[in-house]
């Protein structure tokens, strides 16, 4: 009885447990690591990711693989700077149609997932390709910066507006002065928005119905195909999010294919499987999961550790996880059963 | 007979109108005739900005001269690198650039076009081969120029942070020059080393240098020995208000570099640079001088540029464009000409 008990605290909270454990070997050998703006900056390096893989945890729910995530995140990146600088339009505009190229191509993964029952990742995996190329070909393939020049021989006039890069780089006051980013504050206004709407609303709880028996999910009268689409809107959105805070922070649109986007953003998803031995997709998980590879990345890079072990440290912590849900879980619900 | 002469003719009417003075009728052969020669670019690396104006180098010298031109592009995959060389042979190419590659996968295709009397030039991949001349865009002397005007700047004992991925192969010729200036002065403290590609890479490399530069407050300089890196390093300082503590020195320029450099109060105070436009230049014109049985040499080095925030500032420089026609030594290196040869006008 005891045994089994303690199977649960861990599956519960092994990982919580190690997160805490983390922080405090950090603060101990890493210097510096222990301070506000350490906070605030370890929240700031995970907030795109994080945004993007609140996305991928919404299309994950339904039981589902959004893999264009991250060059969505691209295209908004480049789609911003072509409109401010070659358009030469305001920063609220460029959002806007930042955030409509997300929805739509959110829209047309689910129609083509839906309607021509292409199967998730191979439908996504096409989209994906067919932004990285997109995003390239109104500039031929060069990155975009104030005062290019056109093919028309002319130099760009435009600028990134003060009122968009304020999106990427001004930091509210919190204890200390300028201590929290713009993007960290959206990160945790998405990663709330998305948790509640999955966890307490009704149309959530219909997603993590489809997700675990579609077929019983329509049988009661559900709108599979709607809620399906819906998800992968939401995810192209979130991603644009990401993509217009990385215009943000970076003030130029350098073209990247944003697959390691997509690769970290992906793993915070999976990891947050594990924490409170959810065993599926939520928003808290997903979030608490960027944290954990925020950390542990930013307490290494200050240890000077090389570059090649954080692949390393994330390829584990992701194992790791795994290994909690899927052994751990199916230890448990047998233990359950017996 | 009279036909070609027409053409020829023709041929410099049209020239002449686009590029100004040629004199197009004193090239040697088989230049005397440049419709006539083909010429075949091989790329093995085309994303990017610096690619880009390579290519647009390499385009406009082969337009200036005459010849026709044509690009292959492997987009990094080594053994379609190789197949294009054996493409271009079987096209009936008179010479080949081969643009990046692995020398593994290009030497042995090399080879095949050197047997087959084609004229072969390789940019920044070494093929081991005597008759095909190196063209290179020395990254060791962009590093040293840059570390040279940091020591300038901050004197011989600083404390330094440093932006590095080993295994890429200008990366490591720009460290050889890092590691010099580090043995010959002992007080010059290497406080981290820190560096990662992932994509986008400014984004990336400013998460680590927060960390970095929390974790080690007394860094004073910055090498960051490529652009993608200085603009990460820069990010990262400005988000911890040390824009008046950190000089950041590094390598490379585009126009999106020079108005990082030139913000107010900005960290970046110097990088060293080569015109990839004009590398793209130097290639063709080192082929068209092996065309004609001149020899280039078995290196041709197209000499850096030191670009200081000062310069930028004084001169008002907004993009390359300016760049350019405030540096002539930028916009065209006096490499790999000849009397007779025509070159872009600016």
């Known amino acids: ?338 | 007979m009279l036909r070609r002469q027409a053409m020829k003719l023709m041929g410099s009417v049209a020239l002449l109108a686009g590029y100004g003075s040629v004199a197009l009728a004193d090239m040697p052969a088989p230049l005397d005739n440049p419709g006539d020669v083909k010429i075949a670019l091989v790329r093995y690396l085309s994303t990017g900005d610096f690619f880009q104006s390579y290519l647009s180098g390499v385009e406009t010298q082969a337009e200036t001269i005459g010849m026709d031109l044509r690009v292959f592009d492997s987009r990094q995959d080594a053994a379609l690198q190789a197949d294009m060389v054996d493409q271009a042979i079987a096209l009936g190419v008179d010479g080949i650039i081969i643009q990046h590659g692995l020398t593994e996968s290009m030497k042995d295709a090399a080879q095949r076009a050197v047997d087959a009397g084609i004229k072969v030039v390789a940019f920044d991949v070494n093929v081991e081969n005597d008759a095909i001349p190196q063209i290179e865009q020395s990254d060791y002397l962009l590093g040293k120029l840059a570390l040279e005007q940091a020591l300038k700047d901050n004197g011989n004992a600083f404390t330094a942070g440093y932006v590095y991925v080993p295994g890429i192969a200008p990366l490591d010729r720009r460290n050889v020059a890092w590691e010099e200036v580090k043995d010959a002065n002992p007080d010059i403290t290497e406080a981290a080393v820190f560096g990662t590609l992932d994509n986008p890479i400014a984004n990336s490399i400013a998460n680590q240098a927060r960390s970095v530069m929390q974790a080690n407050p007394t860094i004073s300089v910055v090498f960051a020995p490529y652009d993608e890196f200085a603009k990460g390093v820069k990010i990262a300082v400005d988000e911890a208000g040390m824009a008046d503590d950190v000089d950041i020195y590094s390598a490379d320029v585009s126009t999106a570099d020079i108005s990082a450099m030139r913000e107010p109060g900005s960290a970046w105070v110097a990088t060293v640079a080569t015109n990839p436009a004009v590398v793209g230049e130097v290639s063709v014109r080192a082929l068209a001088l092996l065309l004609t049985g001149e020899n280039p040499g078995a290196s041709v080095v197209v000499p850096p540029t030191l670009i200081t925030q000062d310069f930028l500032n004084e001169q008002d420089i907004k993009n390359m464009d300016d760049l350019g026609a405030q540096m002539p030594q930028f916009q065209h290196a006096d490499v790999a000409v000849a009397d007779w040869m025509p070159l872009p006008t600016r």
């Not at chain 1, 439908?123 to 056109?150: E, H, Y």
């Not at chain 1, 690769?263 to 608490?288: E, H, K, Y």
């Open chain 1, 1 to 338: 009885m005891t045994r089994e008990t303690l199977l649960t605290f861990a599956i519960r909270f092994g990982f919580l447990i190690l997160l805490f454990c983390m922080v405090i070997y950090f603060s101990l050998s890493a210097n510096g690591f222990a301070s506000p703006r350490s906070a605030a900056f370890i929240l700031q390096s995970v907030a795109i990711t994080g945004i993007l893989a609140l996305g991928v945890t919404c299309t994950l729910v339904v039981d589902g693989f959004d893999l264009s995530i991250g060059s969505v995140a691209t295209s908004a990146l480049m789609l911003s700077a072509y409109a401010m600088v070659i358009l030469e339009m305001s920063a609220v505009t460029a959002v806007l149609l930042c955030l409509l190229m997300g929805a739509i191509v959110g829209l047309i993964n689910g129609l083509l997932i839906v309607k021509f029952k292409v199967p998730d990742l191979l439908a996504t995996l096409g989209m994906m390709f067919l932004l990285i190329g997109l995003q390239r070909i109104p500039t031929q393939g060069n990155s975009i910066a104030t005062g290019m020049k056109l093919p028309d021989g002319s130099a760009a006039e435009g600028a990134f507006s003060a009122a968009f890069l304020w999106l990427g780089r001004h930091r509210f006051d919190l204890f200390v002065e300028k201590l929290v980013p713009v993007p960290v504050v959206i990160f945790l206004i998405t990663a709330v928005v998305i948790w509640v709407f999955l966890e307490l609303t009704r149309h959530g709880r219909l997603m993590y119905a489809i997700g675990s028996n579609e077929r019983a999910a329509a049988l009661v009268g559900t709108n599979v195909n709607r809620y399906k689409i819906a998800a992968y809107m939401i995810s192209g959105v979130t991603a644009s999010i990401g993509g217009i805070l990385l215009a943000a922070r970076l003030g130029r649109g350098d073209i990247a294919s944003g697959n390691n986007l997509l690769l970290d953003s992906v793993a915070a998803a999976l990891i947050g499987f594990a924490v409170l031995g959810a065993a599926r997709a939520n928003a808290f998980g997903t979030a608490i999961g960027a944290l954990f590879v925020g950390i542990l990345l930013q307490g290494l890079t200050m240890m000077n550790a090389p570059y090649y072990t954080q692949d390393f440290v994330k390829g584990a912590v992701l194992v790791l996880a795994l290994v909690f849900t899927f052994y751990l879980s199916a230890k448990r619900s047998a233990g359950g059963k017996t």
